[in-house]
């Protein structure tokens, strides 16, 4: 992988050597970065090229005006990056966030979109008032790894405890960030935001593949299922053994489930 600093855009890049494989674009969640998702590049082969785009104001890509720090704009950032890319037929995942991100790019461009696959997104079923999003950014070791078991179904497995230094790194990674993401985290759950992606739902006739997970304590899968199971062009899938982060947590399945659904024709 390659961090390519292009202009306006920061993003990791493995370009396979086929010319005629298939592009994949990963869009990584709130205060986050494009690496948490790097466990599904072991799955791809040379049929696929990779690239995962750093939000302005995440990892290390710079942020000019703080009102950018909303999701919509963030979407309009990755569309202006995939025209000057000139990426075509994309393969387009996204990740909590992310995957909210995704159905608004996806209905601003549909025509250079294959398909999209929304991985525990951000969506009109989530409780845009619910107290364990104010749990986010945290400021000590104590706090990140409590977020942890949130997002996680069993955070042991990952992190010993709150003294973990993984554990710290990501405390570390949070404070330097924190004003961004405090704002970023108020403009995430408004009603404008919520209203975006609805919009974005309603335009959007691609072909989209929704990853739940059952022990999720943020995005709650239930509602989620509820809020799309009739819609024609969404095929949902529940992960028995995951929470918000599948691609963590049960990363064959996910590897699987994905690439079955590019790959049907």
């Not at 950018?68 to 966030?97: Q, T």
Request: charged fraction near 30%.
């Amino acid at each position: 992988m390659n961090l390519v600093q292009k202009n306006d855009y920061v993003y990791l890049e493995r370009k396979s050597k086929n010319p005629n494989a298939k592009t994949i674009i990963f869009i990584h969640g709130f205060a986050t970065t494009s690496e948490y998702h790097d466990g599904f590049l072991k799955y791809l082969n040379d049929d696929y090229s990779y690239y995962a785009i750093q939000l302005p104001g995440h990892g290390v890509a710079k942020l000019k005006n703080k009102e950018d720090l909303y999701p919509k704009r963030f979407a309009n950032h990755i569309v202006g990056w995939i025209k000057e890319m000139n990426f075509k037929d994309i393969y387009l995942i996204g990740h909590s966030m992310g995957g909210g991100i995704a159905l608004m790019v996806s209905s601003m461009i549909p025509d250079r979109f294959k398909k999209v696959v929304l991985v525990t997104p951000m969506n009109p079923s989530f409780s845009w008032v619910s107290l364990n999003v104010f749990k986010f950014v945290p400021k000590d070791n104590k706090k990140t790894f409590a977020v942890q078991e949130m997002l996680l179904k069993d955070a042991h497995k990952f992190f010993k405890d709150e003294n973990d230094p993984k554990i710290a790194k990501e405390t570390k990674y949070q404070l330097e960030h924190r004003d961004n993401f405090n704002y970023l985290r108020k403009r995430m759950i408004s009603f404008s935001n919520r209203n975006d992606i609805v919009e974005a739902i309603d335009k959007n006739k691609l072909d989209i593949l929704m990853i739940l997970g059952k022990h999720d304590r943020i995005i709650y899968w239930k509602s989620a299922y509820k809020y799309f199971k009739k819609m024609p062009n969404y095929r949902l899938e529940v992960f028995e053994e995951s929470g918000h982060l599948p691609f963590w947590e049960e990363p064959d399945k996910y590897a699987k489930t994905i690439l079955d659904f590019f790959n049907e024709k």
